[in-house]
């Protein structure tokens, strides 16, 4: 910090505006910060003009995902399964936050990521089946029964049902034993 004396040359006191620069810098600051916070946080624009947050899936057999958003960070874990739903939960650049079913959360460079919808069965009990109807309705006949874990595609959903496509199967399954898909979320 300089040192001044009453009355110097530009008659100011140097002390008093560099105060008064800092005070008024701090409302700037803090904005700046809290538009940062608000990106890095999914809040507000996006980098993709995209929600937050919203579901995509894995999209290679292998994808790093790491502490931070940059490859300085260390990698935590390894997806091996294509097509495994996740949620993006920020963005910060190229980098997207994302969090799996068991509600873990990551780092993950944007291009090993695709916007094709996929869901899990997440059921109380992993002994437990969730009956895959042959139409969105719980009166129709069941066409198979689907143990928690099993992936599938989401081709539809209206709300209540969702349409899930896999191997070996077809049909529709209440929307509220998916993980992958919104509560009410409607898909064409």
């Given amino acids: 910090m300089a040192t001044c004396r009453r009355g110097?040359?530009?008659?100011?006191?140097?002390?008093?505006?560099?105060?008064?620069?800092?005070?008024?810098?701090?409302?700037?600051?803090?904005?700046?910060?809290?538009?940062?916070?608000?990106?890095?946080?999914?809040?507000?624009?996006?980098?993709?003009?995209?929600?937050?947050?919203?579901?995509?899936?894995?999209?290679?057999?292998?994808?790093?995902?790491?502490?931070?958003?940059?490859?300085?960070?260390?990698?935590?874990?390894?997806?091996?399964?294509?097509?495994w739903p996740v949620e993006i939960t920020a963005e910060f650049e190229n980098w997207r936050r994302i969090r799996?079913?068991?509600?873990?959360?990551?780092?993950?460079y944007h291009s090993l990521l695709s916007g094709k919808r996929t869901a899990v069965v997440q059921l109380k009990a992993k002994t437990d089946l969730a009956p895959l109807h042959a139409k969105p309705d719980a009166q129709s006949a069941v066409t198979a029964q689907l143990q928690s874990g099993v992936l599938g595609s989401v081709k539809s959903c209206s709300g209540l049902w969702c349409r899930l496509v896999g191997e070996g199967y077809d049909g529709f399954i209440e929307q509220n034993r998916l993980w992958g898909v919104y509560p009410d979320e409607k898909i064409e």
């Fill in 100 to 108: 799996d079913s068991d509600g873990t959360e990551g780092w993950v």
């Fill in 8 to 83: 110097n040359k530009w008659g100011v006191n140097v002390r008093a505006a560099a105060g008064a620069a800092a005070r008024a810098s701090i409302p700037g600051l803090v904005m700046l910060v809290l538009a940062a916070s608000a990106a890095f946080a999914g809040g507000g624009e996006t980098t993709s003009g995209l929600p937050i947050p919203r579901f995509v899936s894995i999209k290679t057999d292998r994808v790093n995902v790491r502490g931070g958003p940059d490859k300085d960070h260390d990698v935590a874990w390894i997806y091996t399964r294509v097509g």
